[in-house]
């Protein structure tokens, strides 16, 4: 089972490999969610869960869907 987690920022871009300097592939979207399947670095390798698209993404453009919970929860009060 992989974890998953949610974009945070208005996009997150998918780089083909674990580099910024790397070709962008895709985008994942504000909201969307991300499957990861490795860390690597400041990176996760992993696919869109929109279109499937395979490629490494920058952890800090992600929320752990446990802490987008606990930051919904904390609004509420």
Same mark, same amino acid.
């Given at each position: 089972?992989? &974890?998953?987690?949610?974009?945070?920022? $208005?996009? /997150?871009?998918?780089?083909?490999?674990? @580099?910024?300097? @790397?070709? &962008?592939?895709?985008?994942? &979207?504000?909201?969307? %969610?991300?499957?990861?399947?490795? $860390?690597?670095?400041?990176?996760?390798? #992993? *696919? @869109?869960? *929109?279109? =499937?698209?395979? #490629?490494?993404?920058?952890?800090?453009?992600? &929320?752990?869907? %446990?802490? %987008?919970?606990? /930051?919904?929860? %904390?609004? =509420?009060?």
């Amino acid at each position: 089972m992989f &974890l998953s987690v949610t974009c945070k920022n $208005k996009i /997150a871009k998918i780089y083909k490999k674990p @580099s910024v300097q @790397s070709e &962008l592939i895709s985008q994942v &979207l504000f909201g969307e %969610k991300f499957i990861i399947k490795k $860390k690597i670095n400041k990176f996760y390798k #992993g *696919y @869109s869960s *929109y279109d =499937r698209y395979p #490629g490494y993404v920058l952890i800090d453009n992600f &929320l752990k869907d %446990k802490e %987008k919970k606990m /930051a919904i929860l %904390k609004k =509420r009060f």
